[in-house]
């Protein structure tokens, strides 16, 4: 059996299984004394607070305690293909403040990088925390990143990132940890988040810029070897057979269903569009063409979530990306064609919907990552370890 340190103990407090010391020595076995001095331990670092009723089995009344959401802040940011979103949260991952600016991510990591560090510090102010309250800063990227360095490797759409050290660039700056992930993967735990407990398997599809999809397998985050998994977007579809790909190949699912791929065509027709936001916006206005190519990007996703739908066998798909914002336009396209090619079986209870989080759900996904990080048992055990 592993040590039951005070990280364990935490951790049952967090889920709610203890409220008492007792509880704690029937869930765990460990004496009074071992018990005791580990809570007061997470109690000198403000990793748990005393509640204010105490509970009473008919003796004396027993201290309960809770989870102190408020003990640090985690800087998070969604670094979007043309707009970045930067937050402060608590360990709850309530937002405490926020802010969105345009932003197109071929200005470089230099540059996109220092504006983070300026808008954090700016936050913290704001939140009346320090660089001390941080606990760990959380960034999505859009585009692939190999989750163990925290670098991105051969991004299409982000020149001048290729292998560039996110992390040490950060933490050369500040001490705290630094997690970097694809921006998709980060979303797709805050969309788990809205759901879980109830959906054990779960796929998030970004619909936006680019195409891509988070994978949650047994509640956790499926990354692959080297954190490629997901990348859908440049799954080769029979609609696009022509058309060349932002990453230089031909006939893949982004160049046809994207938003990019759409504002091309609908510029090709004589539309003002330069982004997903503008190819929204004109749905919005009711324009036939707009409407149409979302409507058929829909069935080409579909045609290769249904591929994934009878592989994997999710209880629920998540639609989102700014595209997910067209409601229907995309949706019945998606439901269309995975109802029509997949099992039955797998089909019978499936889920389809579009994104809870809105646009926080990259900011809100980022914090958890580090959440989960810094709170696991053994990053508890250092904290109150001292290291």
């Given at each position: 059996?592993?040590?039951?340190?005070?990280?364990?103990?935490?951790?049952?407090?967090?889920?709610?299984?203890?409220?008492?010391?007792?509880?704690?020595?029937?869930?765990?076995?460990?004496?009074?004394?071992?018990?005791?001095?580990?809570?007061?331990?997470?109690?000198?670092?403000?990793?748990?607070?005393?509640?204010?009723?105490?509970?009473?089995?008919?003796?004396?009344?027993?201290?309960?305690?809770?989870?102190?959401?408020?003990?640090?802040?985690?800087?998070?940011?969604?670094?979007?293909?043309?707009?970045?979103?930067?937050?402060?949260?608590?360990?709850?991952?309530?937002?405490?403040?926020?802010?969105?600016?345009?932003?197109?991510?071929?200005?470089?990591?230099?540059?996109?990088?220092?504006?983070?560090?300026?808008?954090?510090?700016?936050?913290?102010?704001?939140?009346?925390?320090?660089?001390?309250?941080?606990?760990?800063?959380?960034?999505?990227?859009?585009?692939?990143?190999?989750?163990?360095?925290?670098?991105?490797?051969?991004?299409?759409?982000?020149?001048?990132?290729?292998?560039?050290?996110?992390?040490?660039?950060?933490?050369?700056?500040?001490?705290?940890?630094?997690?970097?992930?694809?921006?998709?993967?980060?979303?797709?735990?805050?969309?788990?988040?809205?759901?879980?407990?109830?959906?054990?398997?779960?796929?998030?599809?970004?619909?936006?810029?680019?195409?891509?999809?988070?994978?949650?397998?047994?509640?956790?985050?499926?990354?692959?070897?080297?954190?490629?998994?997901?990348?859908?977007?440049?799954?080769?579809?029979?609609?696009?057979?022509?058309?060349?790909?932002?990453?230089?190949?031909?006939?893949?699912?982004?160049?046809?269903?994207?938003?990019?791929?759409?504002?091309?065509?609908?510029?090709?027709?004589?539309?003002?569009?330069?982004?997903?936001?503008?190819?929204?916006?004109?749905?919005?206005?009711?324009?036939?063409?707009?409407?149409?190519?979302?409507?058929?990007?829909?069935?080409?996703?579909?045609?290769?979530?249904?591929?994934?739908?009878?592989?994997?066998?999710?209880?629920?798909?998540?639609?989102?990306?700014?595209?997910?914002?067209?409601?229907?336009?995309?949706?019945?396209?998606?439901?269309?064609?995975?109802?029509?090619?997949?099992?039955?079986?797998?089909?019978?209870?499936?889920?389809?919907?579009?994104?809870?989080?809105?646009?926080?759900?990259?900011?809100?996904?980022?914090?958890?990552?580090?959440?989960?990080?810094?709170?696991?048992?053994?990053?508890?055990?250092?904290?109150?370890?001292g290291g």
């Amino acid at each position: 059996m592993e040590p039951v340190g005070a990280g364990a103990l935490l951790a049952l407090l967090r889920n709610g299984q203890a409220q008492t010391r007792a509880e704690l020595v029937q869930l765990t076995g460990l004496s009074r004394s071992t018990v005791a001095q580990r809570v007061d331990a997470l109690l000198d670092h403000r990793w748990i607070v005393p509640k204010g009723d105490a509970i009473s089995s008919g003796g004396r009344p027993a201290v309960s305690f809770a989870f102190n959401a408020g003990a640090r802040v985690v800087l998070s940011a969604d670094v979007g293909t043309t707009q970045t979103r930067v937050a402060v949260t608590d360990l709850a991952t309530q937002v405490l403040a926020e802010r969105s600016q345009d932003m197109a991510i071929t200005e470089g990591p230099e540059y996109v990088l220092k504006w983070l560090v300026q808008e954090f510090e700016n936050l913290l102010a704001e939140t009346g925390h320090s660089l001390a309250d941080v606990c760990g800063v959380g960034i999505g990227l859009p585009g692939p990143v190999e989750h163990t360095t925290g670098r991105p490797v051969n991004p299409p759409v982000m020149s001048g990132w290729d292998g560039f050290d996110v992390p040490g660039w950060f933490q050369h700056r500040w001490g705290a940890p630094v997690l970097v992930d694809n921006s998709v993967n980060v979303m797709a735990l805050s969309e788990h988040g809205a759901l879980s407990p109830q959906v054990e398997h779960l796929l998030f599809v970004k619909v936006g810029t680019e195409i891509g999809c988070g994978i949650i397998t047994e509640h956790r985050l499926h990354r692959g070897a080297q954190g490629a998994a997901g990348d859908i977007g440049h799954i080769q579809v029979t609609t696009a057979p022509e058309r060349v790909c932002r990453c230089g190949n031909v006939g893949c699912l982004e160049a046809v269903a994207s938003g990019w791929a759409i504002a091309e065509r609908l510029r090709d027709l004589g539309e003002d569009v330069a982004n997903s936001r503008d190819v929204l916006g004109l749905a919005r206005t009711g324009n036939a063409a707009a409407m149409q190519m979302i409507r058929q990007a829909g069935r080409d996703i579909g045609d290769v979530l249904a591929s994934l739908v009878n592989f994997f066998n999710p209880g629920a798909i998540v639609i989102g990306g700014e595209l997910s914002d067209a409601g229907e336009h995309l949706l019945a396209g998606v439901r269309e064609v995975i109802y029509s090619r997949s099992l039955p079986l797998v089909t019978q209870h499936l889920n389809i919907r579009v994104r809870q989080m809105g646009d926080r759900a990259g900011v809100v996904g980022a914090s958890l990552m580090v959440i989960e990080h810094v709170l696991s048992p053994a990053a508890i055990d250092r904290s109150v370890a001292g290291g």
